[in-house]
């Protein structure tokens, strides 16, 4: 059973952006939730001179990282175009098996598999990912850069104010946490419903035709 923003309130987090809600396109569509909070966070500006990077996830995130490290296992310390080259490998091998992968940019894959390298966790995430209990991966990785190192890492899940949250996603933002991982839950707020039109402000965007005009003109065509 989903569980409610009360329930999960303890998981929820901060990363510094605003939490008002994005406002609607031209085409009155509104704006992809993950999509908001993204560009928010890469917006921010850092007194370190650090910049802000992320990117979206794909459900089957450590699947695809599982896949690659089977084909490069020091992925971490190879160049972009190799780290693209092995997930469109892992990815084309997975289809041939009637499996879907998903991908990433390669420079964040890369760069998280140097952070999770460093802090040994790595394993404890694919370890959870290959037992019975369901987990749902995060919606959003950010991160920093400073001086050529990605620092700072979050996984986030991103919900509107009153959306629930599924046990899936509770126990991955759980397992990251018991990993001593930043990984929890952001909240835009909900977009406040118009005012009704009253009474009084319909009347008065009703325009109705004068009668002197009429009578002026009559006036005229009596003095001619």
């Known amino acids: 059973m989903p569980l409610t923003p009360a329930q999960t309130r303890p998981l929820e987090i901060r990363i510094g952006i605003s939490r008002r809600p994005a406002q609607a396109g031209a085409n009155?569509?509104?704006p992809i939730p993950e999509n908001v909070v993204l560009c928010r966070w890469r917006a921010l500006k850092a007194t370190d001179g650090s910049t802000h990077h992320g990117c979206r996830l794909p459900p089957s995130?450590?699947?695809l990282v599982r896949a690659t490290l089977g084909i490069e296992p020091d992925l971490a310390r190879a160049t972009v175009e190799r780290v693209d080259d092995v997930m469109a490998e892992a990815r084309a091998t997975a289809k041939r098996h009637?499996?879907?992968?998903?991908?990433v940019p390669a420079e964040a894959l890369r760069e998280l598999l140097k952070f999770l390298g460093r802090s040994k966790r790595l394993n404890g995430i694919l370890a959870a990912h290959a037992g019975d209990i369901r987990y749902g991966v995060t919606d959003l990785l950010l991160y920093r850069v400073r001086n050529g190192r990605a620092l700072d890492?979050?996984?986030v899940?991103?919900?509107?104010h009153d959306e629930t949250v599924r046990p899936d996603?509770?126990?991955e933002l759980e397992m990251l946490r018991a990993l001593k991982l930043t990984a929890g839950i952001?909240?835009?707020e909900t977009p406040r419903k118009p005012a009704p039109v009253t009474a009084r402000q319909r009347g008065a965007n009703h325009t109705t035709v004068q009668p002197a005009a009429a009578g002026a003109a009559g006036s005229r065509r009596g003095t001619t």
């Open 169 to 171: 996603q509770v126990a």
């Open 157 to 160: 899940e991103v919900k509107r």
């Open 153 to 155: 890492f979050r996984f």
């Open 98 to 103: 009637g499996q879907y992968l998903g991908s």
């Open 28 to 30: 009155g569509t509104a």
């Open 186 to 188: 952001v909240r835009l």
């Open 61 to 63: 995130l450590w699947r």
